[in-house]
């Protein structure tokens, strides 16, 4: 453990792909630190891989934002100040729950999770894409990645899953943009969070009166959840399987132009692609400002004692780099075996929906850098802009040609 408390979350990156220096330093040093949070609490910084997969799989760490320090201020922050203005979390957002409350959903939710749903939204899944190509080779070059493809494919990939229909789903991607971002404030989240709830409510009524093969019709169907949990639940899903796969396939796409080594192995052969999308997840670890858990009672990790109502804030980025786990982990290499990384997060909350992004990236790189085989950026790598201020690492524009 370093001697001396870390003053604050470093989130300035020096390089863009790589996390910030101040960070891997802490980590050289060990896996776990004090921190002093935005608040004055002081609690932990995990930099480690081992530190960080003992803390989320511990059951005496909670995930109920009550319990919680933010890091850093902003958006983090907000849920204090929201449930300072009297907003309730709604019941069935699970991810912030602890069992057994999170066992009974994400055990509902998982069955509907299935195989055979997964498989179904697969031609949906190629058939969203290559609309998005035709859309973008349509209009010509240049093109901005973000807005042309990377966020239309996992936006309408999860209104198939929920069965939102086509034409709802701008407000989504635009509510959601809000809640992620660093500088909303309390009031704008909430708005925000109005909008979509009372859109969802309706779909519901919807579903309701005319089932289809969907997940919220499933869900219904099951007859465990109220509407007040169906909407929690689908707002979610939304939230967290909407910009997260929306950041990995264009901060991917930028990283495989600027590597054109690696972007050969990516193209070179179909077989390969598996393992590049585990090595692309694991390399950018894009939820780069946490997850964070506080501690419900005295636990030892790694040696040291957190005590009971400290804030632990798992750096993903660097224990996904840890060299005791990934040797040579700084360098990205698509044909490294990169299973075991903690990219969706680990233990009772790791992501719900990692297979579907995993089946979303599959066929979105391949199909992209198919499509387009003189794909570029079209302006220098430094001129794009950094999504550093954002809970969801990645890029705000990637202007591409070919
Ligand atoms: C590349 C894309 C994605 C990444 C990197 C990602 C990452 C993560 C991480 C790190 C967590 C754990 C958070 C924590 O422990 O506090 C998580 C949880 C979750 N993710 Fe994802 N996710 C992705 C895509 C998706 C998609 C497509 C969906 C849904 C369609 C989804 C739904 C969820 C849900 C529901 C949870 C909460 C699970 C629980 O609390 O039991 N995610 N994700």
Redesign the pocket.
């Known amino acids: 453990m370093s001697d001396l408390t870390v003053p604050a979350l470093p989130t300035v990156r020096e390089r863009p792909l790589d996390p910030p220096d101040e960070v891997t330093r802490l980590r050289q040093q060990g896996g776990m630190h004090r921190m002093t949070y935005a608040d004055g609490h002081a609690g932990w910084l995990v930099t480690g891989y081992s530190a960080a997969r003992a803390v989320?799989a511990d059951p005496r760490f909670s995930?109920r934002p009550e319990n919680m320090h933010p890091p850093i201020p902003g958006r983090l922050a907000a849920g204090k100040e929201l449930r300072e203005r009297g907003f309730q979390p709604p019941p069935g957002f699970?991810?912030?729950?602890d069992p057994p409350e999170?066992t009974r959903?994400?055990k509902l939710?998982t069955g509907q999770?299935t195989v055979r749903r997964m498989k179904l939204l697969e031609p949906r899944i190629e058939e969203i894409t290559a609309s998005a190509l035709d859309a973008m080779e349509a209009a010509g070059p240049p093109a901005d990645l973000v807005q042309d493809f990377a966020l239309p494919i996992?936006s309408l990939?999860?209104c198939e899953?929920l069965g939102v229909p086509y034409e709802d789903r701008a407000r989504f991607q635009d509510d959601s943009k809000i809640l992620v971002n660093l500088e909303t404030g309390a009031e704008e989240a909430i708005a925000a969070i109005g909008r979509v709830f009372a859109y969802l409510y309706d779909l519901i009524k919807r579903k309701r009166e005319h089932p289809a093969d969907d997940l919220i019709s499933g869900l219904i169907e099951g007859g465990e959840l109220k509407d007040d949990e169906l909407a929690g639940?689908s707002f979610?899903?939304?939230v967290?399987?909407?910009e997260?796969?929306a950041?990995?396939?264009a901060l991917g796409t930028y990283t495989l132009l600027t590597n054109p080594g690696q972007l050969a192995v990516m193209r070179g052969d179909p077989g390969a692609v598996e393992n590049a999308v585990e090595e692309l997840?694991r390399y950018l670890?894009?939820?780069h400002l946490?997850?964070?858990?506080t501690a419900t009672e005295d636990v030892e990790i790694d040696g040291h004692l957190v005590r009971a109502g400290e804030s632990v804030t798992?750096h993903?980025p660097a224990a996904n780099r840890d060299p005791d786990r990934f040797p040579g982990g700084d360098t990205l290499d698509l044909t490294r075996p990169a299973g075991g990384h903690?990219?969706?997060?680990?233990?009772?909350?790791?992501?719900?929906?990692?297979q579907?992004?995993?089946v979303?990236?599959r066929i979105a790189y391949p199909a992209l850098l198919r499509r387009l085989p003189g794909l570029r950026l079209a302006v220098p790598p430094e001129e794009v802009p950094m999504r550093s201020d954002m809970s969801?690492y990645g890029v705000h524009r990637l202007p591409v040609t070919w």
């Not at 699970?94 to 729950?97: A, D, G, M, Q, S």
């Not at 946490?290 to 858990?293: E, H, L, Q, S, V």
């Not at 903690?342 to 990692?354: D, E, K, T, V, W």
């Open positions: 989320l995930n699970f991810l912030r729950t999170h959903y994400r939710l999770f996992p990939v999860i899953l639940v979610l899903l939304l967290a399987g909407h997260t796969t950041n990995m396939l997840l670890t894009i939820v946490g997850p964070i858990r798992l993903l903690l990219s969706f997060g680990h233990g009772i909350h790791q992501c719900l929906g990692q579907l992004a995993r979303e990236m969801i």
